[in-house]
């Protein structure tokens, strides 16, 4: 090849990548803080830091339903952190609520073949009479054939729906199974049914069953309703396909203390900006659990990574010129208490949250982030993307984000967000059940996840863009 | 090439493949049986017999822990079917041995941070006081730890062994953490301990802790013993860490019926051989299992594989020369009680046992077969691992098996035997937990199992030679 001919290739190849360049505009950091950042991400990657936040909190806490001891502990534990990590401001926000005390769950298969059942109460389920109850099982193998189910067809049944979720990298096979056990004791209470079991919404094939929130509705009867582990949904179908009556004894001991007011609180902490004190990138978990496994994943995960990720920018010789916020939601497995009470709190404020993101999902590494902002802001979008691209972090083509869990009621207030998102594929084996331990967490990933929140953060706090859409 | 040299070559393969042939005399089948063999290998890959079998046995009868009400109906269910499959002779012979009842355990850390943990009562344990006791932990990290410790160091403790099996595809991982579960409450009640609770003797990291016999010595003063699942082994150890003192609750229910004689029974069955019906070929498994899965893996993968490879061969115009007998041990989980009286019953004929083989071990398609026979029979071992390689199991160069679980009974009794094995990397997530259920089976795997079994018994009852060592 000719120098010349090099000289036009390399010219051509110049153009081509500013063409299809992200950068259309000037960047948004600095050279000097380039480097800042980079070096926040050597920082992340080398650190532990997020792997010991959850290491404490599941070991010295445990779980944290809304209005347990353990809740009570968790925030606690959350200030108390917070504060030995050098965050500039911390304080908490009380919300209230009710307390669902789980109890006990029992299961059996009384006829024809007797077993004992893996089963566990549906979060918000009342519970059976003191005696318990033993009723001939109707099987539906989807929520729709229960919906189908003519009125007063299971008077004096049990409804048991079969359904098994569906694996998938983004946890989408999540939204058409958990229908049964959000709103599956309402239409099996309206066709007459004297209870409703279902199949765990999960993808493992452990004797652990999931739980998760169920609601009641006014004027329809509330009856009792449970998750069988996946094993044991099989075993159920497997004794309904031999054609003979299937009679199932269900024991369950749960109640909502209706006359208590639970008070549990978002805690929350910041490093303040240098120059815009008053505009907060935020960064999301919650601090409360469900009551079966110590909550590692759910949300442990979250907490350890953004807890971490603000403290290494803490570490920083000057803050950046935005505020940092750190906000561990209260009571979200419950229905999302903390983020509506933030946004109740903060109401008047909202307009100066200028980013969020918060991390509930998932165990492995990021792979995809996808903003919901601003057409004006995507080029510093993309800006952030190459940062991030070394760490496998592909942007979507989407720019329809609208906040993961509690950031979701954010973003309705009008928060710009980016999701990030991790292969899931494996989360709906440990998600709500007494699987999720410290042990499932993956220390390798949770470094690099926590590199992507501490530059994400680093970024907005620095770039002088309105993400706003 | 020339049609000389053709020729020349083929002679030559020919020969090079007569040299290198495993076949150094008359083969031990005629082509005709050969022909019958591989049809028996199709009919048995084909046929989904022994996964319906398993499938029947978990969901019709489930565990059957010696003594218990699921055993007594194994009994039964074993016996008819073997009837319904057409053996020429089924009957059964009572064993003897004392019912232990599991009961109930909890487990609980007291201080420093409090926690319920997963917990399983070793078998044969006894009962803590009603109630309960609670005591602070000293921790051990191998049994040899525990042997170490000096005489009364353990007094008003609990002993906790967290000693972590490793993963291996022979097993190899069981032997060095198994004599913690065998001989722990024996060692730690000798130092002064209380009670003795270990991390479970398994692979996996559910919350579903592992069983297994354990065993007292008289003199020593019985303690309770139990395991803790993988990950509250963790937690334990991760509050240890913290170098404050760690009480534990344990409150266990167990028993042994002492006072009960509880009967069980082996079920045997039989195709009867045309010409010399004397000779036996025996195909094992044992019909106990533990109390807390469905025994779906341990030990039912066994019965349906040789109930159906059994059944294969009845199916033929003639009965194969010698007998085929299925036997279906009792009590083996317990110590090997049935395979114990079986040898005292038959000890005037155990030398026309001719060979056999059980199967009790692992998840996985079969890669190894070891034989433990006389050398003179080494020729025809090597005929019939030709017919086996097509499935991908290769010949162990070692001659030294013993006989799996049962069936070593019978080889210590002077019976030779094979060793058929899988990978079994995977068996200790589920051996002896909740988990081993109908789930975990794997049909396609099961299916080339059975043909193996199928083969080797069809073989052995066609070929006239002397296994004897």
Redesign the interface.
């Known amino acids: 090849m000719s120098s010349k001919i090099k000289l036009i290739t390399s010219t051509y190849l110049a153009l081509l990548i500013s063409a299809t360049s992200l950068f259309a505009s000037a960047q948004q950091l600095s050279t000097e803080q380039q480097a800042q950042m980079n070096s926040l991400k050597e920082t992340a990657l080398q650190s532990d830091l997020s792997y010991q936040l959850i290491?404490s909190l599941?070991?010295?806490?445990?779980h944290r339903l809304m209005g347990s001891e353990g809740d009570k502990k968790s925030i606690v534990w959350a200030i108390n952190k917070m504060k030995t990590l050098g965050f500039d401001k911390v304080w908490s926000e009380d919300v209230t609520g009710s307390y669902w005390l789980r109890g006990e769950a029992k299961a059996r298969i009384v006829a024809?073949?007797?077993?004992d059942l893996?089963v566990l109460a549906l979060g918000g389920s009342i519970a059976t009479k003191k005696e318990g109850l033993t009723a001939d099982v109707a099987h539906f193998e989807t929520f729709a054939d229960l919906k189908a189910a003519p009125d007063n067809s299971l008077n004096g049944k049990i409804a048991f729906v079969s359904y098994q979720m569906d694996r998938d990298i983004d946890g989408e096979g999540y939204g058409p199974a958990v229908g049964t056990r959000v709103s599956g004791a309402v239409v099996a209470a309206q066709k007459g049914a004297s209870a409703l079991v279902m199949r765990s919404v999960g993808t493992d094939?452990?004797?652990?069953a999931h739980t998760g929130v169920m609601r009641y509705k006014d004027q329809v009867k509330k009856i009792p309703a449970a998750a069988l582990s996946?094993?044991d949904a099989?075993?159920l179908v497997?004794?309904l396909k031999?054609g003979k009556a299937v009679s199932l004894y269900l024991h369950m001991t749960a109640k909502t203390d209706a006359e208590v007011v639970a008070t549990s609180a978002n805690v929350i902490g910041e490093f303040t900006g240098s120059e815009f004190p008053e505009e907060i990138v935020s960064l999301g978990a919650h601090l409360d659990s469900w009551d079966v496994?110590?909550g590692a994943l759910d949300d442990g995960l979250g907490i350890g990574m953004v807890m971490a990720a603000a403290h290494h920018i803490g570490q920083l010789p000057e803050r950046p010129k935005r505020t940092i916020r750190v906000i561990l939601f209260a009571a979200e497995e419950v229905g999302l208490l903390g983020a509506k009470e933030y946004v109740k709190v903060h109401k008047n404020n909202m307009n100066s949250h200028v980013i969020g993101a918060e991390w509930d999902f998932g165990i492995g590494r990021i792979y995809k982030m996808t903003p919901g902002v601003g057409a004006q802001s995507l080029n510093a979008i993309r800006e952030l993307a190459q940062y991030l691209a070394p760490l496998g972090v592909a942007l979507s083509p989407e720019n329809n984000a609208k906040g993961q869990s509690d950031m979701s009621a954010l973003s309705d207030a009008g928060m710009p967000s980016i999701d990030f998102a991790p292969d899931g594929s494996n989360y709906f084996d440990y998600h709500h059940t007494?699987?999720d331990?410290?042990?499932?967490v993956d220390p390798a990933a949770l470094k690099v996840n926590t590199a992507i929140y501490t530059m994400y953060a680093y970024f907005a706090a620095q770039a002088m863009v309105d993400f706003r859409k």
């Open positions: 290491e599941t070991t010295e806490v445990g024809p073949y007797p077993h893996v094939n452990n004797r652990t996946n094993p099989d075993l497997n004794q031999r496994g110590t007494e699987n331990t410290l042990d499932k």
